[in-house]
């Protein structure tokens, strides 16, 4: 079970960081295509046939696939049903990610955090250690992007209390927390050179919305997001949007050579040559991050990607 689980959690990872799916083609039109059919026969097996012999079987093939596919919110009343009818099923952790997530994606955290709990009280003991922080991760992903920060917090205390005694665990839900409680705060002083040797400081933004990206050229995540990012640029750039880019590579000329042949047009800062940390100065532990900071110098949303930063940026640059 526990291989499903860990599973069902890398499945599940892209889809709660806020990928923006395209219209898929070839092979992975001609999958979605089976998939699709495959969750439909057996969401009718389980509904014709719940004393089946094999029924936790064809439940866990469905649920494998609507986290797969992050088709939560049309398959939550069959995983609600499950946890109704089987309280102590083998699949039971599968359905209650479901029921998560679908009132996550429906914009209920505060509900999504209750059956969040319930989950996360039934787990114990380093075997499921890694499950736990994998799937508290998810949840707090999708609510920080959805700036719902308090619910996000209470998810990372939720898990510290559970595992408590785990020291590896701890140092990165401190981590996470820190870097929550930097919303609503003014940002880190930023005052370092960019790969052109120009110097670049917050200050020098007052007035302006600044999207700060943590980011490498061998991040498939960072590189993915690009056309969002340069989207958003396109279209507020005039109107007081300003992107700066924090690499995190090695090489600076790698950052040189990737931003001329893709053409990317806002500043970029290579962190092991601009004279300062900003990795250390944010907290970063991770990439992709980005930080959203206001015409007075404050931080006021985190982790926007996808749609999430067209519809934050709309809102906000009228």
């Known amino acids: 079970m526990r291989v499903a689980l860990m599973t069902s959690l890398i499945l599940l990872a892209p889809v709660l960081l806020g990928a923006d799916e395209k219209t898929p083609t070839g092979v992975v039109a001609i999958l979605l295509k089976h998939d699709k059919v495959l969750v439909e026969e057996l969401a009718d097996y389980v509904i014709k046939n719940p004393r089946a012999t094999d029924i936790d079987q064809a439940y866990m093939a469905l649920f494998d696939k609507v986290i797969e596919h992050d088709w939560f919110l049309d398959h939550e009343r069959l995983a609600k049903n499950y946890l109704a009818d089987r309280p102590e099923g083998a699949v039971r952790p599968l359905a209650q990610i479901i029921a998560v997530m679908a009132r996550a994606r429906d914009g209920k955290f505060p509900e999504a955090f209750a059956v969040y709990k319930t989950l996360m009280s039934s787990l114990s003991g380093p075997d499921q250690e890694e499950f736990a922080g994998q799937f508290a991760d998810s949840v707090a992903h999708a609510a920080i992007a959805a700036g719902e920060y308090p619910i996000a917090k209470q998810v990372y205390q939720t898990l510290l ?139 006021i949303r985190l982790e926007l990607r996808g749609p999430a930063l067209e519809e934050t940026l709309a809102k906000l640059i009228k």
């Open 161 to 299: 209390k559970q595992y408590a005694e785990s020291p590896n665990l701890k140092q990165k839900v401190d981590e996470d927390l820190a870097k929550l409680d930097k919303v609503d705060k003014p940002a880190p002083r930023l005052a370092v050179k960019d790969v052109n040797g120009a110097s670049i400081r917050l200050e020098d933004f007052k007035g302006k919305y600044v999207l700060l990206d943590f980011w490498a050229t061998w991040c498939a995540p960072c590189i993915a997001e690009l056309p969002n990012q340069q989207s958003a640029y396109t279209k507020y750039h005039s109107k007081g949007l300003e992107i700066v880019a924090v690499s995190l590579d090695e090489n600076r000329q790698a950052v040189v050579d990737f931003v001329k042949a893709r053409k990317v047009p806002w500043k970029q800062v290579h962190n092991m040559s601009s004279g300062g940390d900003l990795v250390e100065l944010y907290g970063i532990s991770s990439i992709p991050a980005t930080f959203l900071i206001d015409p007075e110098g404050k931080i």
